[in-house]
């Protein structure tokens, strides 16, 4: 498994922009497929983005939020945009280190992952 840990939640107001990051421990992270979920109380979590060699969205967070990676420093980053209120969740990056499809869109679902990070807090509000 891998040890994840997210940063960079926190309060913005609606319109406003913040980035996640995730920084692993693995050996093998530039081939690991990677994901992030978000989880509201009372809603099961949910697919956001994930990243292998290419990216894929949620049609709720298409054009306003970005993955990417950095395999020098072992991080993924979640970049998002134009936040509205209902983006308000905790947000979870996700690793799957038996993953071997090479199409990110195989990985939207939580099945897909067995690592987790511990979540951080994101609310949009004014």
């Known amino acids: 498994q891998v040890q994840l840990t997210e940063s960079g939640g926190g309060l913005v107001q609606p319109g406003g922009s913040l980035r996640l990051s995730c920084a692993a421990s693995y050996r093998t992270f530039a081939a690991l497929p990677l994901g992030w979920f978000r989880q509201t109380a009372g809603k099961g979590r949910e697919f956001v983005a994930a990243i292998t060699s290419d990216t894929h969205y949620a049609d709720a967070v298409k054009g306003r939020f970005s993955i990417s990676r950095d395999n020098v420093n072992n991080t993924v980053y979640l970049q998002m945009n134009n936040l509205k209120p209902e983006d308000t969740a905790v947000y979870f990056c996700?690793?799957?280190?038996?993953?071997?499809?090479?199409?990110?869109?195989?990985?939207?679902?939580?099945?897909?992952?067995?690592?987790w990070g511990q979540g951080t807090r994101v609310t949009v509000s004014s």
């Open positions: 996700a690793a799957a280190t038996a993953g071997t499809h090479p199409r990110s869109s195989y990985y939207d679902t939580r099945r897909r992952y067995d690592s």
